[in-house]
């Protein structure tokens, strides 16, 4: 009988899992009434937005209707983008104290793992994702962490199926940490930079000399071939350099490498962010930050202040907001608070659109996807949500999900476990007597 129910069991989760692969039905959807917030362009008052066929098709005040479009009355909400979470462990990590659910990190060359490309392991059954989906974040990058250079990351939407259905992206960039010498394996920040500068050299070197390498005719380097091999579109300025950074001189020292190599650098977590933003605008260096922590995580954030953000974008940086900087205890199960995550932007000095585009359109932009996702324009990707209000705001709700076209309305954990204990059993409050 055990074995009947554990093999009835997999049939179930397998139809389910068939069923979330295939591709959907094609459909028309018109958001009509409320205010729309491209991003791209102004707000629309009692605007209406079309998806057609996964795709966005018109987006204005008065737009004409296709017969047979379901309609979606948004009268007196607010239609934006699907949010964007520019870095994340979303897929990747489960419970950060279980080993076995984690596969963020690599081994690698001397704590040098350029190669490694984190979306591999990425989970598409993962039960964080649905919650995340269900309070408007419809896209998120999936980062390494851990290292010299941790390896590639991913952008990916927050849909059924398997990690190919889900990718928009890969690689989007290159991940490196810089801030604790330790878990890169040396004594002091200045040798981490030299290290960095070693590994740029080397794939400056490897790139002329690929052949003799084959041939074992080279000098010894840093990294392993794949590694290399992997740092190659860095150096030639086509896939970027994330770097999480704090201290405010090891920004300077980041930028001065990134200058000495042509490298197209952008900066994570950035708790002294503030104190370079007139130079990382003039150099037009985007930085990924949060605004929940007021706390420094160390002696390297001891600037660390909850204005970051908005003293960023004041100065003229394209910044995007993530999930506490990395620097708090918003793990992956908590990727679906990057709304609160702009309000408090917002409560700190950042313009209520500024925050807004720091979670839509500006992390499309960082990482090359504007012509996808990130804005409410025709052709971009049908990711459109439908707030009961003011997003930034604790107690709005999300009415409407809706990624590439398809609108989303299953239950998380969280709601089942809500409806559990919603209505409790009558010995609940009569407990049987002793």
Do not use: C
């Amino acid at each position: 009988m055990n074995s009947y129910r554990h093999i009835t069991r997999l049939v179930i989760a397998s139809s389910f899992a068939l069923a979330a692969s295939l591709p959907l039905a094609a459909q028309t959807i018109a958001i009509t009434g409320g205010k729309v917030y491209p991003v791209s362009g102004p707000p629309i008052e009692n605007g209406t937005v079309i998806i057609t066929n996964g795709k966005i098709a018109a987006v204005g005040a008065n737009v004409a209707i296709p017969a047979g479009a379901q309609r979606i009355d948004a009268t007196g909400k607010i239609v934006t983008p699907g949010f964007v979470n520019s870095s994340t462990q979303l897929g990747v990590q489960e419970v950060s104290q279980v080993s076995d659910t984690r596969d963020m990190s690599a081994r690698g060359k001397d704590n040098i793992a350029a190669a490694f490309t984190v979306w591999e392991g990425l989970n598409p059954n993962s039960v964080n994702l649905a919650p995340a989906r269900k309070e408007g974040v419809t896209t998120f990058v999936v980062m390494p962490t851990g290292g010299l250079v941790a390896g590639q990351a991913a952008l990916v939407d927050v849909v059924p199926g398997t990690t190919t259905d889900m990718m928009i992206r890969a690689p989007i960039a290159m991940v490196a940490e810089i801030g604790d010498p330790q878990q890169a394996g040396v004594n002091s920040r200045g040798e981490l930079i030299v290290k960095l500068r070693e590994l740029l050299d080397d794939t400056r070197f490897f790139r002329i000399h690929r052949d003799a390498f084959d041939r074992a005719q080279t000098r010894p380097f840093a990294a392993s071939r794949l590694d290399l091999q992997a740092m190659i579109p860095v150096i030639e300025g086509r896939l970027p350099l994330v770097v999480t950074v704090d201290r405010e001189s090891d920004i300077d020292a980041t930028m001065r490498l990134a200058r000495e190599y042509n490298v197209k650098l952008i900066i994570a977590g950035g708790a002294e962010a503030w104190m370079m933003a007139d130079k990382l605008a003039a150099a037009k260096i985007p930085v990924l930050t949060g605004a929940m922590n007021n706390i420094p995580a160390g002696f390297a954030a001891l600037g660390q202040r909850q204005e970051n953000a908005a003293l960023l974008r004041k100065a003229g940086v394209q910044v995007a907001l993530i999930g506490n900087a990395g620097g708090g205890d918003e793990e992956a199960f908590n990727v679906r608070n990057l709304k609160q995550e702009a309000g408090n932007a917002v409560a700190y000095g950042m313009t209520w659109d500024d925050a807004l585009r720091a979670v839509t359109l500006a992390p499309a932009q960082v990482f090359g996807v504007a012509d996808r996702v990130g804005s409410l324009q025709p052709g971009r990707e049908g990711n459109v949500v439908v707030w009961s209000g003011d997003p930034f705001e604790f107690t709005t709700r999300v009415e409407h999900v809706f990624i590439r076209g398809h609108e989303y309305t299953d239950k998380t954990r969280q709601d089942m476990l809500m409806g559990r204990y919603k209505t409790l059993p009558s010995t609940h409050n009569n407990p049987p007597s002793q």
